[in-house]
Nanobody, 125 residues
């Protein structure tokens, strides 16, 4: 049974940083496509960053240079380091796994078949 549990969200001021964590069980982050997505109130869920089995990341244009996706094999945990946060980053952040792909990870929510419950990130100006 696949379970993804996010943590690390919170409230920060613009310019601040947060690191999100996603503890995975039933799936290895290093053997499948995994990623971070977010959904703001009234908006569609969107891809933030995804990573393939070789550790190759892909980022949304809106977060390039500010966010970094990475993983820890020993802990089977996926991370999202978020720097230079701005109010537009306010959203619920979700961890997801696409167990059907190892490479060419897609950045669209419909491709991912396992999801965590999310962690809220709020950035104030």
């Amino acid at each position: 049974q696949v379970q993804l549990v996010e943590s690390g969200g919170g409230s920060v001021q613009a310019g601040g940083s947060l690191r999100l964590s996603c503890e995975a069980s039933g799936v290895s982050y290093s053997r499948t496509c995994m990623g971070w997505f977010r959904q703001a109130p009234g908006k569609e869920r969107e891809g933030v960053a995804v990573i393939d089995v070789e550790g190759e990341p892909t980022y949304a244009d809106s977060v390039k240079g500010r966010f970094t996706i990475s993983g820890d094999n020993a802990k089977n945990t996926l991370y999202l380091q978020m720097n230079s946060l701005n109010p537009e980053d306010t959203a619920m952040y979700y961890c997801a796994a696409d167990v059907r792909r190892n490479w060419h990870c897609l950045e669209v929510p419909w491709a991912y078949n396992y999801w965590g419950r999310g962690t809220q990130v709020t950035v104030s100006s």
